[in-house]
């Protein structure tokens, strides 16, 4: 869902609050040719059917995010360099339910100049910011939806960081801090695994290729949690030992210490 700027037309509905009697005058003071005060209403009630329009359509905008929403959702940002120091600003950023349907994809126009529009890594580009939301309505946004969920993502920090949300720990699963699917992909466990990787090895799907897409990245991070979605929540509530996942049976030879060759 694109959040995009509600346009100010006029509904066709909107008409005067009161009947003019006859022509005015501007030579008579604004008054009819009946000497009365003519006062026309027609932008207060413009206002009106705009206000009314608006309240309307974020009714409908409310009703079909909260259709999508599932109790686990998986966040990812993307970033440009403003500034004549090119520091990150957040540029785009998409939520997806449990079943990879979007609920929140929307473009950030920052307040500084862009200097850097990453496109290589971002797959940003000039015009998607042109019609962009204001970093506060994108915060706004974000934080309506994700608040009382579990929140997935890949260094998911960093995300939350970019929005400057926080989020209980206890809902939160990152997937680069999980070490178990590290084993499963047979990578070192004191290392941070890319997304691309991950999704690569344990998926056997290619993202990132060329570009980044915050709506692919987030469903690859849900559909990274989903595989080992159980044990996961069982050693949170403490039914599952984390030792088992741990165990050398999950990792390869080659990552192992202590045991000779």
């Not at 690569?200 to 990245?217: F, N």
């Amino acid at each position: 869902m694109r959040l995009k700027r509600q346009s100010k037309g006029i509904s066709p509905s909107a008409k005067r609050l009161k009947t003019i009697k006859a022509p005015v005058s501007f030579e008579n003071g604004g008054k009819s040719s009946e000497g009365e005060i003519v006062r026309d209403n027609s932008s207060e009630c413009s206002t009106d059917s705009l206000r009314s329009t608006c309240d309307s359509l974020a009714s409908e905008i409310e009703a079909e995010t909260a259709a999508k929403l599932t109790q686990c959702l998986s966040l990812d940002c993307e970033m440009v360099g403003v500034g004549i120091y090119r520091s990150s600003a957040l540029a785009r950023c998409s939520v997806v339910n449990y079943n990879g349907d979007v609920v929140c994809d929307v473009y950030v126009k920052p307040e500084q100049p862009v200097t850097d529009y990453r496109t290589k890594w971002s797959g940003i580009r000039k015009g998607d910011l042109n019609d962009g939301c204001t970093f506060q309505e994108a915060r706004t946004q974000v934080r309506q939806i994700i608040t009382g969920h579990t929140l997935v993502g890949h260094s998911l920090h960093s995300d939350l960081h970019a929005l400057n949300l926080s989020h209980p720990r206890h809902l939160m699963r990152d997937t680069s801090k999980y070490c178990p699917i590290r084993g499963l992909a047979g990578l070192q466990r004191n290392m941070t695994p890319s997304l691309k990787d991950l999704t690569s090895i344990l998926l056997s799907r290619t993202i990132q290729d060329g570009e980044h897409c915050s709506v692919e990245d987030a469903r690859a991070a849900m559909s990274l949690y989903q595989l080992c979605e159980q044990q996961w929540e069982k050693e949170l509530r403490g039914e599952l030992s984390n030792q088992s996942y741990l165990s050398d049976l999950y990792w390869p030879s080659w990552t192992r210490t202590g045991n000779p060759s």
